[in-house]
């Protein structure tokens, strides 16, 4: 099929995908679904097993790698290798922020009957601030080529980070940024907080005066997270599709699999050390891609793919043949 596509700028790189409507459709429905799901779900907070967590992995991958067909069809081929490979580079993007959730998590003493409600709340918000940053960051390439070399530099710290985490140095630098207890006093200055959970209610009555339980600043601090990565993530979608489209749609399939893969990777993540590895190799790979676009050189989607390819799945085979015993401290992170 041939692939129909709309300038929008003079820039080579930066395109518009003709999208049928009943495309928007499909990803509006399944958010319905999403909700509809985890509303039903969530009447009974309860401790999510492995299992459970596996079998809701598969199936919201499996729907993120269905959803490429009907690109294929009616947006075309081109459109279909970009969402897959902005998509891939989400979910893999997403393993540290997986990580920073746990230690909040643990950093809070939240629950196991809470966790899948909280993660839920945090989806929600990350569903809306990615649409904000994909457009924003799309008038930024639009009007300005040459941002892609400060998207690409900024992937090249992330990826500079990644390399020293792999390498067993300091691995907490972008979780201490996020829990610490100068953002937790600023919550309490500006919210009136009740320092405990009072089941799943996010508001309570105390001596009178409403006040937001424990699992407010925490849902925030989760928030606060996913914008602290979204500067990593955004830029390494666009750099994959400049079109908007295919660069929410594909954030939107990835981040609904995260409540459930936040579960499997807890009881996996140290069995898989290579991942760290893979995590550099594809920042840096994406970071060289959106400084040499401006500069001319245009890479196909179709190396992308297979670039990305080989790091995920060179990473797991290579975390299975050669198992790594991992020393794992506790970690302490005050929250008063």
């Known amino acids: ?45 309860h401790e999510i097993k492995l299992r459970e967590a596996a079998i809701w992995s598969a199936v919201y991958i499996s729907a993120a790698l269905l ?19 902005a998509w891939a580079i989400e979910i893999a993007l997403s393993l540290d922020n997986l990580f920073v959730i746990g230690l909040i998590f643990a950093s809070f003493n939240v629950s196991r009957g809470l966790e899948r409600r909280m993660l839920n709340y945090g989806i929600a918000g990350a569903i809306i601030f ?47 940024e996020i829990t610490d207890q100068r953002v937790w006093k600023i919550i309490n200055k500006i919210l009136p907080i009740h320092p405990e959970f009072v089941g799943h209610k996010l508001i309570t009555k105390i001596n009178g005066r409403r006040m937001f339980t424990l699992m407010v600043p925490i849902i925030i601090v989760i928030e606060l997270s996913d914008v602290v990565f979204a500067v990593d993530s955004v830029p390494a979608v666009l750099a994959v599709s400049p079109d908007r489209f295919i660069a929410y ?3 939107v399939f990835a981040i609904l699999g995260l409540r459930a893969l936040f579960f499997v990777y807890q009881a996996v993540a140290d069995r898989f050390w290579a991942l760290s590895w893979a995590l550099s190799g594809i920042l840096a790979w994406i970071s060289f891609k959106l400084i040499a676009a401006p500069l001319g050189l245009h890479i196909p989607i179709a190396i992308s793919l297979s670039i990305l390819a080989i790091f995920l799945i060179g990473s797991i085979l290579a975390s299975i043949i050669w198992k790594r015993q991992i020393e794992v401290g506790d970690i302490h992170i005050k929250s008063n």
């Open 67 to 85: 959803f490429a067909i009907p690109v294929f069809f009616f947006i075309g081929s081109q459109a279909s290798g970009e969402y897959l490979a």
């Open 249 to 251: 749609s594909s954030n």
């Open 1 to 45: 099929m041939e692939v129909n596509v709309l300038a929008v700028v003079s820039s080579p790189r930066i395109h518009s995908y003709d999208v049928p409507w009943f495309m928007y459709a499909i990803v509006l429905a399944v958010l319905v679904i999403y909700a509809i799901i985890e509303a039903l779900h969530t009447r009974r907070d």
């Open 130 to 176: 990615r649409l904000i940053f994909i457009l924003a960051g799309l008038e930024l390439l639009k009007r300005f080529e040459w941002i892609g070399i400060i998207f690409g530099l900024i992937l090249a710290r992330a990826a500079y980070k990644a390399y020293k985490e792999a390498r067993g140095g300091k691995t907490l630098e972008h979780q201490v």
